[in-house]
């Protein structure tokens, strides 16, 4: 733990040896206490969208367990270990899925998840990379979400354009990106823009921290101007700690004040 109370690392790595995979006890995806967990916040919903939420879902959850190094050095020494172990993940998330869908049905909207992707320059391994090892794995979980009735809804921090398309290839539907002006807004609009819905706000790096209202205001009309659209949509969703990021007292409250003024379906339309 940092002393930024929602920041820390992961410093214990239960499978940093491979010799601890053979007597390693995976958790039990059908544990009765999730279901409990999920039908006591169920009760406070109403009729609102409702998300199940797995932190940390394949990738983060694979570097989690074996390591980042680890993990990234895996991906060329030891693939087929490694592909077992994300295998086992797979069949764990897509377990809980099947148990909470099974149990719910449609008093669950979507699986919301997440697992960062990138560098402020590019994603940590190559596009070839990704779409080999990890684009099926994913397919697999996004499948079986999409079998329950669900959206996909994932976050990634960094700048990941390069996998963008190959997620929206296999099913994902709403990106959460916190991070626009490290992906370039206009770019991604150009590019994704009615192909998938983004949820996003003001860049929480570059912006709420350090720029003034004005520039607030511009970005969030750019970010509406690029991304908005009625074919893919606009979420605007804010980044729920102030102090993690380092924005000063108001700054949201501008920027939400302006993703208002510049929204532009919120205008009646005459026929």
Request: glycine share 6%; hydrophobic share 40%; net charge negative.
């Amino acid at each position: 733990r940092s002393d930024v109370k929602n920041m820390g690392l992961v410093t214990h790595h239960p499978l940093s040896d491979w010799e601890a995979y053979k007597n390693y006890k995976f958790p039990n995806p059908n544990d009765p206490a999730i279901l409990i967990k999920a039908r006591e916040r169920l009760k406070t919903a109403g009729d609102r969208y409702r998300k199940a939420f797995i932190f940390m879902l394949l990738f983060e959850r694979l570097h989690a367990l074996r390591g980042f190094a680890n993990t990234l050095k895996d991906l060329y020494l030891e693939p087929e270990k490694l592909g077992e172990l994300a295998d086992r993940i797979v069949d764990y998330d897509i377990a809980v899925i099947s148990m909470l869908s099974k149990e719910m049905g449609s008093e669950i909207d979507c699986l919301q998840f997440t697992d960062d992707w990138g560098t402020e320059l590019a994603c940590f391994i190559s596009k070839e990379m990704w779409d080999s090892f990890f684009k099926p794995r994913y397919k697999r979980i996004f499948d079986a979400c999409h079998q329950a009735g669900w959206h996909v809804w994932m976050h990634s921090c960094g700048k990941i354009n390069e996998i963008i398309p190959s997620l929206i290839e296999i099913g994902v539907n709403v990106l959460n990106l916190q991070q626009p002006r490290t992906l370039g807004i206009e770019e991604i609009g150009r590019k994704f823009a009615g192909k998938v819905c983004f949820s996003s706000l003001c860049d929480i790096q570059h912006t709420l921290p350090f720029a003034n209202d004005d520039y607030i205001r511009e970005e969030a009309a750019l970010l509406l101007k690029h991304w908005a659209t009625p074919q893919g949509g606009f979420i605007f969703s804010d980044y729920g700690d102030d102090e993690a990021i380092g924005a000063m007292p108001g700054k949201k409250q501008t920027m939400y004040e302006a993703f208002m003024a510049n929204d532009p379906y919120t205008k009646t339309v005459h026929v």
